[in-house]
């Protein structure tokens, strides 16, 4: 089993900025594609952003130029530096590796699939 934990959540202004963690028990190498998804009131959740083993990305239309996905392998942590956030970035994020994000990103994986507990980040003034 995996433990995926979120942190670097809470409340920013709008056009601030802000960098989520997501660290994880063993490599994320093994548990590859990673990605972060958020999930509004009354919405259902959606891809924020992926990234493969060998470092591919995917950003949601509505993420694009502002957010940037990264990994420290040796840390085993994905991050999400979220730049120029609005109003309506105000979501729980939360973080997967496995199986979801490889259907998402079109990479072949078994059906394994984690998720972390999710943080909130809230963008308001």
């Known amino acids: 089993q995996v433990q995926l934990v979120e942190s670097g959540g809470g409340l920013v202004q709008p056009g601030g900025s802000r960098r989520l963690s997501c660290a994880a028990s063993?490599?994320?190498?093994?548990?590859?594609?990673m990605g972060w998804y958020r999930q509004a009131p009354g919405k259902q959740r959606e891809l924020v952003a992926g990234?493969?083993?060998?470092?591919?990305?995917k950003y949601a239309d509505s993420v694009k130029g502002r957010f940037t996905i990264s990994r420290d392998n040796a840390k085993n942590t994905v991050y999400l530096q979220m730049n120029s956030l609005k109003p309506e970035d105000t979501a729980v994020y939360y973080c997967n590796g496995g199986f979801t994000t490889a259907r998402a990103m079109a990479v072949g994986h078994d059906l394994s699939d984690y998720w972390g507990q999710g943080t909130q980040v809230t963008v308001s003034s």
């Open positions: 063993r490599s994320i190498f093994s548990i590859s594609p």
């Open positions: 990234i493969t083993s060998g470092g591919r990305t």
